[in-house]
C-alpha cells in the first residue's frame, strides 16, 4: 500500500509560482513512476506532468510545457512540481498519483494509488 500526501497549494497571482510536494510513504518508491494530475471545477482530471521511476524519463502536458518541472528525489520519496508564470486557467486541485512500474502514463485509469489534494488558486 503507498499513501500519498501533497502539500504546498495556496492562492497566488497570476504570474505567480508555486512548488508542489508529494511525500509517499513506502519502501520502494523507486519502483513507481509518479504523475501530477489536476481538477478544475465541472472539468474531467488531466494529467499535467509524469515522471519515471528514474527520473529519466519525464511528460508534460502542453497546457504547461514550459512553465512546470517535475522533478523526483528517491532518497527522500518526494515528487514535486515547480510551477511557475501561473494563470488563471491553472486554478485546480492537482493530485499526486503513482504507479507501479518504470514508465509513466498520461492516463490517470494507469495510477493505483493517489492522494488527496492540494488546491491551487491562481487570481487575475
Known amino acids: 500500500q503507498v499513501q500519498l500526501v501533497e502539500s504546498g497549494g495556496g492562492l497566488v497571482q497570476a504570474g505567480g509560482s508555486l512548488r508542489l510536494s508529494c511525500a509517499a510513504s513506502?519502501?520502494?518508491?523507486?519502483?513507481?513512476?509518479m504523475g501530477w494530475f489536476r481538477q478544475a471545477p465541472g472539468k474531467e482530471r488531466e494529467v499535467v506532468a509524469a515522471?519515471?521511476?528514474?527520473?529519466?524519463?519525464?511528460y508534460y502536458a502542453d497546457s504547461v510545457k514550459g512553465r512546470c518541472t517535475i522533478h523526483r528525489d528517491n532518497a527522500k520519496n518526494t515528487v514535486h512540481l515547480q510551477m511557475n508564470s501561473l494563470k488563471p486557467e491553472d486554478t485546480a486541485v492537482y493530485y499526486c498519483a503513482a504507479r507501479y512500474g518504470s514508465s509513466w502514463y498520461r492516463d490517470e485509469n494507469e495510477y493505483e494509488y493517489w492522494g488527496q489534494g492540494t488546491q491551487v488558486t491562481v487570481s487575475s
Open positions: 515522471i519515471s521511476w528514474s527520473g529519466g524519463s519525464t
Open positions: 513506502v519502501r520502494t518508491y523507486s519502483r513507481y513512476a
